[in-house]
Each structure stands twice: as C-alpha cells, then as structure tokens.
C-alpha cells in the first residue's frame, strides 16, 4: 500500500491561486468521497482543512476548496496568503478499512 | 475543550517494544469516534498507524500490522500503541488522534501535539 502521490512543492505570490493534486488508485481516492486534506505550519501538529473532498471544517476560510475526479483529488487554495505557508497532507480511506496519507506537500508563499 | 495528550518513554532500545498512551480528556472515548495513531519521522511525512472503536474493532496499516498493538481502556479514557522489535526507522514523533467516519467520510478532526519516540542504544 503504497502513499499517495503529491507534488513534493508548489509556490505562489501573494494573491495567485495554487493547486495541490493528489493522485491514489481505484482502491481509495477513486472508490471513496472519504478524502481529507491537512495543514501543517512547521512545528506543529496537522490541522483538518477540508473533509469528504470538498467540506470546510467551521472556522476554516472558504479560500480553501477541494475537488475530485476519477483517482487524483485536488486542494486549492486561492487569494494566497503569507499565513498559507505549510506542508499539506491529502488522506483517503482505503478498501481495507485504513487510511492513507499522501507524501506531502510544501507550499512556498513567494 | 476536547484534548489529547500523549505519554510514554522518549527513548527507546533497538528491538525493544514503544509503548504510548493517549488520554482523552472533554469527550468521552465511549463515543461515536475512532481513536488512532499516526506517525511522522523527523523531517519526512505523515504514517498513518492504525485506529480502534470503543466495541474493540480496529485496523491496523498494512505495512506496522505484524508490529503493531492498540487498546482502549474505557475505565481511564485512554488508549494505547504498543510497537514491537523497534528500529532506528520507527524513530518519529507520534501523534494520537481522533477520527470521525461515517459512511461519506473519514477524516481526523483532533490531533494530540504529539510526542517524540528516538529508538538508540
């Protein structure tokens, strides 16, 4: 069960949009809705951004979106700001009743 | 507010087993949750571990299963990792979490801060 696969970095300027695929098989992203996305500023621990592909927890700023299509889920994050800067995380539930992290990726704010 | 707190040795001996717990404290580990682990060695990304409902089913990944035990103790709201014949590789910082799941969705919304595990002799 190999992770799922994320661009190692992506950067933007302030204001730009940027997205962060996330591409797994038809045994977790492509077989479930159940695909989660992760915040982590350096030091701390990982916060839930965005749940069921596309569901923003309460206090999280719509500037944050997810989508999906077949097997590779996408976060996007638009009116970028200098607090952005992170690494973020994609999950999915798995056919074997586990979840399953992607790599990771590191978001530059330039 | 709802917490977790990890606890257990900071330093363990090649070989030996990791032994964490998590305890929950503002929500009943009795609930409608699953309680797991997740792991991120030093510098890399996030390993999800495995996670138990309180009716005592559990999942364990694929790759720690042979490795791997967790339980719960209703009685003292806790739960807990136990990792056999560590290596060097197992050094990471652990976190316990809990994870809502229901039939469109299943995510972690609350990590614990997370505790470092170094595996040396």
């Known amino acids: 069960q190999s992770a799922l696969t994320q661009p190692p970095s992506v950067s933007g300027s302030p204001g730009q949009s940027v997205t962060i695929s996330c591409t797994g098989t038809s045994s977790d992203v492509g077989n479930y809705n159940r695909v989660s996305w992760y915040q982590q500023p350096p030091g701390t621990a990982p916060k839930l951004m965005i749940y069921e592909v596309s569901n923003r927890p309460s206090g999280v700023p719509d500037r944050f979106s997810g989508s999906k299509s077949g097997n590779t889920a996408s976060l996007t994050i638009s009116g970028l700001q200098a607090e952005d800067e992170a690494d973020y995380y994609c999950s999915s539930y798995t056919d074997s009743s586990t979840l399953i992290f992607g790599g990771g990726t590191k978001l530059t704010v330039l | 507010q709802v917490q977790l707190q990890e606890s257990g040795p900071g330093l363990v001996k090649p070989s030996d087993t990791l032994s964490l717990t998590c305890t929950v404290s503002g929500h009943s580990i009795s609930s409608n949750n699953w309680w797991g682990w997740i792991r991120q060695p030093p510098g890399k990304g996030l390993e999800w571990i495995g996670y138990?409902?309180?009716?005592?089913?559990?999942f364990y990944s694929p790759s720690l299963r042979s490795r791997v035990t967790m339980s719960v103790d209703t009685s003292k709201n806790q739960f807990s990792l136990k990792l056999r014949s560590v290596t060097a590789v197992d050094t990471a910082m652990y976190h316990c979490?809990?994870?809502?799941?229901?039939?469109?969705?299943?995510?972690?919304?609350?990590w614990g801060p997370g505790t470092l595990v170094t595996v040396s002799s």
């Open positions: 138990i409902y309180n009716s005592g089913s559990i």
């Open positions: 979490a809990r994870h809502y799941c229901s039939v469109n969705a299943c995510y972690v919304d609350l």
